[in-house]
């Protein structure tokens, strides 16, 4: 496994360059920024460039593992459908090809003229990553790939990263918006107990460097599988006063039972993988959302790590029910292999208990 695990940090950071690209080359950010009702040349395309750009990353990281370890190849799943209008009005997969040659025809068969922006966008498909980081290269926990199956975000909190704002001051060390919750998230779970084993979260927008003024990224890791607990970081420890973490979409009943456990002060920042990296981090001691607006794809990788640091991740609905019920031991927490009874599209792997 210590091969598969470099193998996710090595195409989240793929990834995490794909998002930067997009953001600081020209061609690119264009796209990527352009007005949604603007009468374009191709107005289909973008309005979805940053579908694209989600596409593209999740068939980048499919592509690479499938091709490292043919037994997850057909167990790799991501958020989004890889099918879009071409510009003669026909339908096209969005893959890696054999060349950049042909990435880029391919991706030229949807972005139309912006052969610039194909170029640059197959340029950074077909670049290998290195990674230097000794401790993940010493890291083999025993595990089969053939036992694996694997959940993709490939941009998580995608409006953030649209609005791509830099100027939102932390408050307690988190962000409550802005370009640094755009997270890269790539989680491996047990095919059959649904139990997160494996988990990356890449940040592509952790800081500027001062010389470059180009955006830096970080990445964590962790591992929990029988009991093996392994973790790129150590368990952070409570603080004083319980620190929480919200959407600010939250209702008034979740704030109103928890404010005063908190000290009479929430906080509230974007994108679910963010606020649970929040959790992992030590910036907040929990994560708590009352709805069933987070999916599979958001919560098993960051899941992962909770679990390799001693955390976990639970349905707040079934908690509290088993709580009313008497129960005193810890509630069971979510799987990644069973889709929702009844629901369709994307709502079959909602988290639906919150």
């Known amino acids: 496994m210590g091969g598969l695990l470099q193998a996710l940090v090595g195409v989240s950071e793929k990834a995490a360059e794909l998002a930067r690209l997009c953001r ?12 949604k009702t603007g009468p374009d040349r191709n107005r289909r395309f973008l309005q979805d460039f940053k579908t694209l750009a989600d596409v593209l990353i999740q068939e980048v990281i499919k592509h690479d593992l499938g091709k490292e370890f043919p037994e997850l190849q057909g167990h790799i799943h991501g958020e989004e459908s890889n099918e879009f209008k071409d510009v003669q009005g026909g339908t096209v997969a969005i893959r890696v090809c054999a060349t950049r040659e042909d990435t880029t025809a391919l991706l030229l068969s949807v972005l139309g003229p912006e052969e610039a922006a194909a170029e640059l966008l197959a340029d950074a498909v077909h670049r290998d990553v290195v990674l230097g980081d000794a401790v993940l290269a010493g890291t083999e926990p025993d595990v089969s790939p053939r036992d694996l199956a694997v959940w993709i975000d490939p941009i998580d909190s995608t409006n953030e990263y649209i609005g ?12 409550p918006a802005g370009l640094c919750s755009a997270l890269v998230l790539v989680g491996a779970f047990d095919r059959f107990s649904g139990r997160p084993v494996l988990g990356v979260i890449n940040e592509p927008f952790f800081r500027r460097d001062p010389q470059t003024h180009r955006w830096q990224g970080r990445y964590h890791w962790g591992v929990a599988h029988g009991d093996t607990r392994l973790c790129s970081l150590s368990p952070p420890d409570p603080h004083p006063v319980p620190r929480v973490v919200l959407s600010r979409a939250e209702g008034a009943a979740v704030r109103g039972a928890l404010g005063p456990l908190c000290g009479g002060r929430l906080h509230f920042a974007a994108g679910a993988g963010y606020k649970m990296l929040c959790v992992i981090l030590g910036l907040a001691d929990a994560y708590v959302l009352s709805e069933g607006t987070t999916f599979a794809w958001d919560t098993c990788a960051p899941h992962a790590i909770l679990r390799a640091l001693g955390g976990g991740l639970v349905a707040l609905e079934g908690a509290l029910r088993a709580r009313r019920e008497g129960c005193t031991g810890d509630p069971p927490e979510l799987v990644y292999n069973r889709p929702a009874e009844g629901a369709g599209g994307a709502e079959r792997w909602a988290n639906r208990g919150g």
Request: aromatic share 4%.
């Open 24 to 35: 600081r080359e020209e061609p690119l950010f264009q796209l990527l920024v352009a007005e």
């Open 164 to 175: 791509g704002r830099e100027d939102v001051l932390p408050v307690d060390g988190i962000a």
